[in-house]
């Protein structure tokens, strides 16, 4: 059963390899708890395409999700998402965070996921189950 949502940082860096991100997430991936949203894929695809050997990466990151479940952006995670830019507006709000960041948010609320990343923006967001570490522990 899927319990957690891996963030950007947190599956990029599996996918390359970093010793961190592999002992965090390793055994979720293996036992098949992990998850992503479908923005997080773009967001890596874009990384990638910098390296040289994007091909090998591409492929390496398609197999990755065979594991790690990406999902797909829904009108009702669309509403989740509406909802939390709504309640993170100033003046009643902490302040708003990234489009981007507040859909993979709404992700994780609406399938009830733990995020997991190294992205402090996300402690804003309301209601949002995290297990957010420092970036340098995914080295």
């Known amino acids: ?60 990151l398609r197999t990755l999700l065979r594991k790690v479940h990406p999902y797909p952006l829904t009108f009702a995670q669309l509403e989740h998402y509406a909802d939390l830019r709504r309640a993170m507006r100033p003046p009643h709000g902490p302040g708003l965070i990234g489009d981007i960041d507040t859909l993979i948010a709404a992700t994780a609320i ?19 189950k995290l297990y957010y570490l420092p970036l340098h522990n995914l080295r």
């Open 110 to 128: 609406h399938y009830g996921l733990t995020l997991v990343t190294t992205d402090s923006d996300f402690t804003r967001v309301p209601d949002l």
């Open 1 to 60: 059963m899927r319990q957690f949502l891996l963030d950007t940082n947190i599956l990029g860096a599996y996918l390359l390899g970093r010793p961190g991100a592999v002992k965090l997430a390793q055994e979720w991936i293996h036992n098949e708890e992990a998850a992503t949203s479908i923005i997080v894929y773009g967001e890596i695809t874009e990384y990638i395409k910098g390296f040289p050997n994007y091909t090998h990466h591409q492929s390496a």
